[in-house]
């Protein structure tokens, strides 16, 4: 597969590795943003390629696992109403929530359906004119675009019986939230290729200006990681901050105009509370008062919920990169990903599935 | 539901009169006259057979002496109908491959069918036809069977069983936990195909492709490996639900060792990659209904290898890894980039994913 | 957050409601897929995929840039493995700045 292949190169992958080596003269911690690189580095066995002196710590790009616990019971109430078709992406299915998950509640009865691609929702709502059909829209600014594109096509057709359940989460905030902690060790970030597809970079010019540090946008392929360390590594070395462009291939400084424009038409900043780590100020989305008849939290009201996360799960310190997995006490124990105790061991992006899968020795 | 019938079903009428009877009723399920109507003008029909002709509450064989194996499946597939096949092929070849799995020749197959109320006649036929199709082509009969019908909405359209007797050579001992280090670990091709061909037309994922499900009977495939290698073959597997992932590990644990796979070895075709790619699955843990793994002495390997080749089922056969005395249990793979990954089993379903 | 997969736009059209679609062409398989935030795309584009929207156009050029940087990483790479007999020749100060993988832009 052209542009995908290429990144996959054994030869290539080790050039790098050497470059790495070569480059490192102490000890250096380096956050992933995203769990779609976390999933990669582990998966192709890259991370433990990597010299000791660099530590890999894994972001909270995880929108699955920083979906607040409350949502997750809201979706779970929705998706148990009569009449109403919950759709959401195949990550979401198996994430916890206070008491079951969405696949529990389609074993109960409820309809729950998965999709590809928001818009699939919204032919759903056409189709069945009679039900209410809710769309689970979870992601970063990478998906924004299309679940924006989705009610606005909702709204362009008048459909009357399509909404969705918004957990938007945003990049730069979590950053400087994890910058700004005083028990911050991340001193360079890979940041998220797709995001900064949507986005550019210029939101991060500032971040690295202000505390100092390299940011160097990356790809998600094997070698694009490598190569995302390679230069995190470099500039650390030289003490350089800034940013820098590694996924050159698909990311420009401005990013991408047209989407950016519709996101900014249908959503607006909002407070937002990231699971295991808390409320951060303006780091969501939420649908603008002009289109806030799709909101389906207005919409359906289910009543209390009251959400209980496990005592045993640490997700947030996990998600914040300041443990990993198997650092945690409950890891393999309690918590494996037949029964997990947070969001980051079921999600297939979650730092703990992946540790547990891909990882994890005898 | 229903696409265009099959080739071979094109001219041959269903032989139920479907002005009188579209749908499959509770009556026909009953035990009177229409269940009566509905196995002999329909499954006797199709799998004429002298053990089903006198159509008796059980059928009496005459088998050969030695070890007969015997193995039973439940299929639950939906669609009913799919690229490349159908419930009722692959009730007939995932039953058969389970006997080719144990070494055995299959001898007969039974049918059990539970139908939903108001599954198309139609379709009950074009499944019928298909399973009479590939048991004819598999060489085996369908000796016995039985029907019932249940309640609009308790059923997915038709839930099949199929049980299956089989005939284990002398001198064949297949078993997992026969695996030993040092023994090489063979596919006979090209992974992923059966999953991806169901998910191609599953609502919501749906894309273009022309892949089809590779569904077939490997009991031919697997008799000239045996032929040739003989009790050189330790192990046999068929990747069905869960994969090649799962398989090896079931493996690794029966035998308490331990399996490493080589990524760049192991066949899966473009197409197969796209639609994971998209999708987000990693192709290891993707149901296959048309293949093996065979895990052999080292020294009997290429000789296996090029066995397989020869079969048209196994063009695209190769040595995908080796069993080790490490991490006994477990399954690790060789990425494609040179880093070492664990091959878990699998925790519920492989789902699609955005991130 | 990212399952971006690049694709080969093979036709485009305008569908129903008046959105511009795309089929791209993944390995050998299609999907239909909203190409309304690359406006300028032509048949022949390759783009980035997710969750069947195209958000990215993918730069052959620059994807052909950085291979010649990798290509030239590699040949250096090989050319300062350290030798057996002694410490490694060279290590820092490599010419043709190699670890420009992509570059800022103007």
């Known amino acids: 597969m052209r542009f995908v292949d290429e990144y996959r190169g054994e030869a290539d992958a080790q050039a790098y590795v050497r470059l790495i080596r070569r480059a490192v003269t102490r000890p250096w911690i380096l956050m992933e943003i995203c769990g779609g690189q976390t999933h990669t580095f582990i998966r192709s066995g890259v991370d433990r390629m990597l010299p000791e002196a660099i530590t890999l710590v894994h972001g909270p790009g995880c929108p699955v696992c920083v979906t607040p616990l409350e949502l997750i019971d809201r979706a779970i109430a929705i998706a148990g109403r009569p009449g109403t078709i919950l759709t959401s992406f195949g990550d979401m299915l198996r994430v916890p929530g206070s008491a079951t998950d969405l696949l529990g509640v389609k074993a109960r009865g409820g309809d729950v359906r998965m999709v590809y691609s928001p818009l699939d929702a919204v032919k759903l709502a056409q189709k069945h004119p009679e039900r209410e059909v809710v769309f689970f829209a979870v992601g970063f600014e990478t998906t924004a675009p299309a679940n924006a594109m989705a009610v606005w096509q909702a709204a362009k057709l008048g459909l009357p019986n399509f909404s969705i359940l918004c957990s938007h989460v945003l990049v730069p905030p979590a950053m400087e939230a994890i910058l700004g902690s005083p028990a911050n060790r991340v001193q360079g970030f890979l940041a998220a290729g797709h995001v900064c597809a949507v986005m550019g970079w210029m939101e991060y010019e500032p971040i690295a200006e202000r505390y100092r540090v390299p940011i160097v946008v990356t790809g998600f392929e094997p070698v694009d990681l490598l190569q995302g360390v390679y230069l995190a590594v470099r500039a650390l070395e030289e003490g350089r901050v800034g940013v820098e462009n590694q996924y050159a291939r698909a990311v420009t400084r401005e990013g991408n105009v047209a989407a950016q424009r519709l996101m900014r038409e249908v959503f607006e900043p909002c407070d937002r509370a990231w699971r295991g780590i808390g409320v951060i100020p303006r780091s969501g989305f939420r649908l603008r008062p002009a289109y806030a008849a799709f909101d389906a939290e207005k919409r359906f009201d289910v009543g209390a919920i009251t959400a209980q996360e496990s005592p045993l799960c640490i997700a947030g310190q996990v998600l914040q990169g300041l443990k990993k997995p198997h650092e945690c006490a409950a890891f393999g124990v309690q918590c494996k990903p037949e029964h997990p105790l947070g969001a980051p061991m079921v999600s297939s992006e979650g730092a703990c599935a992946a540790y547990y899968h891909y990882a994890r020795s005898a | ?355 | 957050m990212c399952l971006g997969v690049p694709g080969k736009v093979l036709e485009i059209q305008e569908n129903a409601l008046g959105m511009t679609m795309g089929k791209v062409d993944f390995g050998g398989i299609t999907k239909d897929v909203c190409l309304a935030y690359l406006p300028e795309t032509r048949p022949g584009d390759y783009v980035i995929v997710h969750v069947g929207f195209a958000i990215s156009k993918v730069s052959e050029q620059e994807a052909a840039e950085t291979f010649e940087i990798l290509r030239q990483m590699g040949e250096l790479a090989e050319l300062e493995e350290p030798r057996p007999d002694g410490p490694e020749a060279g290590a820092a100060g490599t010419p043709a700045d190699p670890g420009r993988g992509g570059r800022e832009r103007a």
């Not at chain 2, 007969?68 to 159908?86: E, M, N, R």
């Not at chain 2, 939903?116 to 019928?128: F, P, S, T």
């Not at chain 2, 019908?149 to 026969?178: C, L, Q």
């Not at chain 2, 063979?186 to 991806?196: C, F, K, P, V, Y």
Request: proline share 6%; net charge negative; charged share 20%.
């Open chain 2, 1 to 355: 539901m229903s696409d265009e019938p099959p080739p071979g079903l094109a001219g041959l009428q269903c032989p139920i009169p479907l002005s009188e009877y579209p749908h499959v009723t509770l009556a026909h399920g009953g035990g009177g006259r229409l269940t009566h109507a509905l196995i002999e003008r329909m499954f006797l029909a199709a799998f004429r057979n002298p053990a089903l002709e006198p159509l008796h509450d059980g059928a009496v064989l005459d088998l050969p002496k030695g070890r007969i194996a015997i193995t039973t499946d439940s299929y639950v597939v939906s669609p009913l109908f799919f690229p490349g096949g159908d419930i009722g092929s692959l009730a007939v070849h995932g039953t058969v491959n389970d006997l080719a799995m144990c070494g055995a020749r299959p001898l007969a197959l039974t049918a059990g069918y539970v139908i939903e109320e108001g599954l198309a006649m139609e379709d009950l036929w074009r499944i019928v036809h298909s399973m009479a199709g590939a048991a004819r082509e598999a060489g085996v009969d369908i000796v016995t069977g039985d029907t019932k019908v249940v309640d609009r909405g308790k059923g997915d359209g038709v839930f099949i069983n199929t049980t299956g007797i089989g005939f284990v050579p002398e001198g064949i001992h297949i078993a997992p936990s026969r695996a030993r280090p040092g023994d090489r670990v063979l596919l006979s091709g090209r992974i992923a195909e059966h999953g991806i061909a169901i998910m191609s037309v599953r609502e919501g994922l749906e894309f273009g492709t022309t892949l089809r499900s590779d569904s077939a009977a490997l009991h031919g495939l697997v008799g000239g490996l045996l032929h040739a290698v003989g009790a050189r073959v330790h192990v046999l597997r068929d990747p069905t639900r869960g994969g090649v992932a799962s398989a090896t590990n079931e493996i690794a644990a029966s035998a308490k060792v331990g399996i490493r796979l080589d990524e760049a070895a192991i066949p899966v075709a473009e197409q197969v990659r796209g639609a994971c790619e998209i999708l987000g699955l990693d192709p290891l843990y993707v149901a296959n209904e048309g293949k093996c793994l065979a895990i052999v002495a080292p020294e009997a390997a290429d000789q296996a290898l090029e066995v397989l080749r020869a079969h048209p089922l196994g063009r695209d056969a190769a040595i995908v890894g080796e069993v080790v005395e490490d991490h006994p249990g477990r399954v690790f793979m060789k990425s494609r980039v040179g880093g070492l990954r664990v091959v878990d089993m699998l925790s519920g379903e492989q789902l699609p994913r955005i991130c």
